[in-house]
């Protein structure tokens, strides 16, 4: 077969089916005849059952729940021992640090350096330095999305970022 009889039948074809379609869409309705019986059939009728509303006010929640996990505090229940040691230790004097004023900006991550470019006011000083730099005797150990952790004179505290 060449081409223009393969087209010929297709056409063809083509014009059966959507001469089916057409008849389906606007033909002569198919006739349904009603076997339904007109007389009326009695139900017994039931009323809904009624139910009172619950009322009830809503209050405001203040706090945040997404930090209870940094606000909880874990409470060691410890059984005291009878024997007592005679061994006394000398409880360690904690000395006041004086940490400086710290802010915590956020970072900068750039492709080329492996550290973060930290952004934080010391003392009303703004700095730009780099992870594990040492500004003023404060060492910027790690910067977080949402904190930073610092170091001065062997103790560590991680400061909250400032959302301005």
């Known amino acids: ?58 209050q405001l929640i203040n706090t945040n729940p997404f930090k209870t996990a940094k606000k909880s505090k874990k409470t060691n229940s410890k059984s005291k021992k009878a024997h007592q040691s005679s061994v006394k230790v000398k409880p360690k004097t904690k000395t006041n640090l004086k940490w400086p004023k710290i802010k915590y900006h956020g970072f900068v991550k750039s492709n080329n350096q492996n550290t973060r470019l930290i952004l934080l006011t010391l003392d009303n000083t703004l700095y730009r330095k780099r992870e594990k730099e040492i500004i003023n005797g404060i060492t910027l150990i790690k910067a977080h999305n949402d904190s930073l952790q610092v170091s001065y004179q062997n103790n560590t505290k991680y400061i909250t970022k400032i959302h301005d």
């Not at 001469?19 to 039931?46: D, M, Q, R, W």
């Open 1 to 58: 077969m060449n081409k223009k009889h393969l087209n010929i039948i297709l056409l063809g074809l083509l014009l059966v089916i959507w001469g089916a379609v057409l008849y389906k869409y606007f033909g002569k309705p198919s006739v349904i005849e009603n076997t339904i019986n007109n007389t009326p059939k009695h139900f017994a009728y039931s009323p809904k059952a009624t139910f009172s509303k619950d009322t009830f006010m809503l």
